[in-house]
């Protein structure tokens, strides 16, 4: 029965991802039809940036009392610590879905995430879930229950099921009406503290951020909570990370952490514009082209004859023949210039 139901899932997440629909709509869609076999009494799934992991996007099934000390910790507690089932743990496992249930007690006892920000709002049950395809992660998901009860093996093997048609749908929603980014004039900089929390802005900064809270409140705060925690972790003390703006513009963040000041442990930040080769790069990986051919589709997109492929690819005209085929049916074109009106088209 549930295998039918997975099915019929997995059909439907299938639909929606043809409707263009933005990744909230996208997310809160999917999990109606989620609940129908897994019942919930809180969802939380996030949009994640394949190459970092860092959540750029999140929905909530029900409002979510987040303050900034619960931001702050939940990202150290994700990104810095040692909790059990992370969502970069799941992501490199061949099942990547776990109930809290399952981890070892130690583990849970000494877990922030469980015993100081989830049991405090009731949720005492919990089931995580990396939406991962073509061994990439696009997305992750956490399902909470209070008192009622754990999750079955058979929600659990539910969940596991249809990770995938949410992976793949996620990148069809990533690609979906990309934008070249607007930049305000002046620099965009903020300066966040020890643990992410803003603390001054430039002017550009300001408004952005102010444009930003208006259409996604808290959707900043989130990325940068978690910006800041993956580079105090990082042996060199910088991250960096792609999230869309209010315009659905693809911007750059780094986080880098000062050497100099009154307070070292500071960090700032910078939001720039997505090159168009990392525009382009992240769109490839969301057509689900593989590395190889995301090699060969930029050097068709440099002008590049398909003999001068071959020989600066090291691969021979066949293979690259082969490849261009593949690229074509991913893509959904005909033609070298209907994959780069495709790839460059905004809006």
């Known amino acids: 029965m549930w295998e039918e139901r997975a099915e019929r ?17 996208l997310y809160t869609a999917a999990l109606v039809l989620v609940r129908k076999a897994v019942p919930f009494d809180q969802a939380c799934w996030a949009g994640v940036d394949p190459e970092t992991m860092v959540m750029n996007a999140v929905t909530n099934w029900r409002p979510w009392p987040v303050t900034d000390e619960y931001a702050a910790r939940f990202a150290q507690s994700e990104y810095q610590g040692t909790e059990p089932n992370t969502f970069a743990q799941l992501m490199l496992r061949p099942h990547p879905v776990a109930r809290i249930s399952d981890a070892p007690r130690s583990e849970v006892a000494a877990s922030i995430r469980i015993n100081e920000l989830l049991r405090p709002l009731g949720l ?49 929603a990533a690609r979906s009406q990309h934008r070249l980014w607007h930049q305000p004039d002046g620099p965009v ?78 960090m700032v930040v910078t939001v720039e514009p997505a090159t168009t080769r990392q525009l382009l790069a992240l769109l490839l ?15 068709l997109m440099a002008g590049s004859a398909g003999a001068d492929i071959a020989r600066h690819l090291f691969i021979s005209p066949h293979t690259v023949h082969d490849h261009l085929k593949s690229i074509f ?18 809006g």
């Open 9 to 25: 899932a997995r059909r439907d997440i299938a639909t929606l991802a043809t409707d263009g629909l933005d990744l909230a709509a």
């Open 285 to 299: 990986s969301a057509y689900g082209l593989t590395p190889r051919e995301q090699e060969v589709c930029l050097e």
């Open 124 to 172: 005492v049950h919990e089931l995580r879930g990396a939406f991962r395809v073509d061994q990439s992660c696009w997305g992750v998901g956490s399902l909470f229950r209070q008192g009622a009860g754990d999750f079955s093996d058979r929600e659990v093997e539910f969940l596991a099921a249809v990770t995938a048609a949410l992976a793949a749908a996620t990148r069809i």
């Open 329 to 346: 049916d991913k893509v959904g074109v005909n033609s070298r210039g209907e994959l780069v009106a495709r790839l460059t088209a905004t």
């Open 189 to 266: 900089i903020v300066l966040a503290g020890e643990r992410g929390e803003l603390r001054a802005a430039t002017p550009a900064a300001a408004a952005w951020l102010q444009a930003l809270e208006e259409a996604a409140p808290g959707q900043f705060s989130m990325v940068l909570y978690a910006l800041v925690a993956q580079a105090r972790a990082a042996p060199g003390g910088t991250a960096r990370t792609r999230m869309r703006d209010v315009d659905s513009g693809w911007v750059i963040l780094q986080a880098s952490r000062l050497i100099t000041g009154d307070d070292p442990q500071q």
